[in-house]
C-alpha cells in the first residue's frame, strides 16, 4: 500500500490503517519522518494520562478502571502499554494487553503494547512519537502506561500532561517516599491495594513528604530546634492544600484505591479533570507542551548527528586510526572528538551521507 493510500484510510479513521501507521513510527522504517511532519498539525488534541509505578502495583488493572469510565463517558481512548525487554533474549512478554482484556475489543479503545528495547526511562524510544500519531488519529484520552520503574524512571513525565504515580503499601518503607526522583514528577498519587497493612501509613508518609516539600513546618522554626508538628503539620497541610481549589498553584493528592474492587476511580477522575483545569487556567500545560516540544527537538537531533556520525565508515575507519594515540596517552579523547566534528562536519549538517 502506498503511503498516500495509507494516510487516506488512516484521515478516514481506518483502525487497521492506525496500527499499520503505528507498527511504521515505532519501527523507524522508511517514510515514517514524513507521515510524522504530515501528522504533526494534528496533535495536541488529547489530554495525555502518564501511569507509572513499582512492579506490582496496579498499573494495568487502574488503567483498564480508567478506559472504561472514560468510555462510559463517551470519551475514545487510545492506549500505550510498555514491557520490558529481556536482556538476554531479546524479547518481551506483552501481557499488559491480556489485563485489559476487558476493554481490548471496544471499538473506542486502541491498545499498542511496546517493548523497551532496551531504552531507559520507562518508557520505549519510540512512545512519544506512537502517542502523536494516537492523538492526531483522534482519540480524546491518551493513557500511557509505563514498565514497573524505580526512582530515576522519568520519561512519562516528558511525555504527558498528567502524571499518576502509583504505589502499594509493600513498595517500600517510610523513607522511600522522601527520595528524589519519581516521586517529584507526580502530579497525583494512588496508594492502591488499600485494603492491606500499611496503606493510612503509606498514604501519610506521603502527605508528609509533600508537606516537607512545600516548606509549611519550617516557615517560622530554626533548623536546629526541629519542627512542631502539633504546630504545623506537613502532612495535614499537605492535604488540605491538595483539596483547596488553586488556579496557580497545584498540590498532588494522594488518593486511595482498590482496583480488584473497582473502588477510589472516581476519585482519580476527578482529581484527573481538576488537574487539567489546573493546567489550562494556570498556563501550565502550553509550557508543558512546548517543553515537549523543545525536548523533542533536541532528541531527533541528537538521534540524526549520531546516524550520519557512528554509520559512515570513513568516520569510524579514521577513529580506528586515532585509537593508538589516545591508548599512548599523546591524544585525549576529548582532543579527538573535537578533531572528529571539525574535520566532519559536513556530515553533521547532512551534506554527505555514505
Not at 513510527?25 to 502518564?50: K, M, P, V
Not at 472514560?70 to 491480556?98: E, H, K, N, Q, Y
Not at 498519587?189 to 496503606?199: E, I, Q
Not at 557512528?310 to 578533531?339: C, H, I, R, Y
Amino acid at each position: 500500500m502506498s503511503s498516500d493510500r495509507l494516510l487516506d484510510d488512516f484521515n478516514a479513521g481506518k483502525p487497521a490503517a492506525l496500527a499499520r501507521v503505528v507498527s511504521i513510527i515505532e519501527n523507524h522504517r522508511e517514510g515514517f519522518e514524513q507521515i510524522l511532519a504530515s501528522l504533526h498539525s494534528r496533535t495536541g488534541r488529547a489530554r495525555r494520562i502518564g501511569l507509572t509505578g513499582p512492579p506490582g502495583a496496579g498499573k494495568s488493572s487502574i488503567t483498564a478502571l480508567l478506559v472504561k469510565r472514560f468510555r462510559d463517558a463517551g470519551l475514545t481512548v487510545g492506549v500505550i502499554a510498555v514491557d520490558p525487554t529481556s536482556p538476554f533474549t531479546g524479547g518481551a512478554l506483552l501481557g499488559d494487553r491480556v489485563r485489559m482484556e476487558n476493554v481490548a475489543l471496544d471499538p473506542g479503545v486502541f491498545i499498542r503494547s511496546m517493548a523497551t528495547r532496551g531504552s531507559l526511562g520507562g518508557l520505549a524510544a519510540a512512545t512519544r512519537e506512537v502517542a502523536d500519531v494516537l492523538d492526531a488519529f483522534g482519540f480524546d484520552r491518551l493513557v500511557i502506561e509505563t514498565v514497573g520503574v524505580g526512582q530515576s524512571e522519568l520519561d512519562v513525565a516528558r511525555t504527558a500532561d498528567t502524571t499518576l504515580l502509583i504505589l502499594v503499601p509493600e513498595s517500600g518503607d517510610s523513607i522511600q517516599t522522601l527520595k528524589a526522583g519519581v516521586m517529584e514528577v507526580a502530579d497525583i498519587f494512588v496508594v492502591n491495594k488499600a485494603d492491606r497493612p500499611g496503606a493510612d501509613r503509606l498514604r501519610n508518609d506521603v502527605e508528609l513528604m509533600l508537606g516537607l516539600r512545600k516548606g509549611v513546618s519550617f516557615g517560622n522554626t530554626p533548623a536546629h530546634h526541629g519542627v512542631d508538628l502539633k504546630r504545623a503539620n506537613p502532612a495535614r497541610v499537605a492535604r488540605e492544600a491538595a483539596k483547596a481549589e488553586n488556579p496557580t498553584e497545584w498540590t498532588p493528592p494522594v488518593l486511595s484505591a482498590i482496583a480488584i474492587k473497582e473502588e477510589g476511580i472516581d476519585e482519580i477522575i476527578a482529581a484527573l479533570d481538576r488537574h487539567f483545569a489546573y493546567l489550562e487556567q494556570s498556563g501550565t500545560l502550553r509550557t508543558r507542551r512546548r517543553e515537549r516540544m523543545r525536548e523533542r527537538v533536541m532528541d531527533v537531533v541528537e538521534d540524526k548527528v549520531r546516524g550520519r556520525l557512528w554509520k559512515n565508515t570513513g568516520t569510524m575507519s579514521w577513529l580506528e586510526l586515532q585509537l593508538p594515540a589516545v591508548e599512548e596517552g599523546s591524544a585525549t579523547p576529548f582532543g579527538v572528538a573535537d578533531q572528529l566534528l571539525r574535520q566532519r562536519g559536513e556530515l553533521v549538517r547532512g551534506e554527505e551521507e555514505k
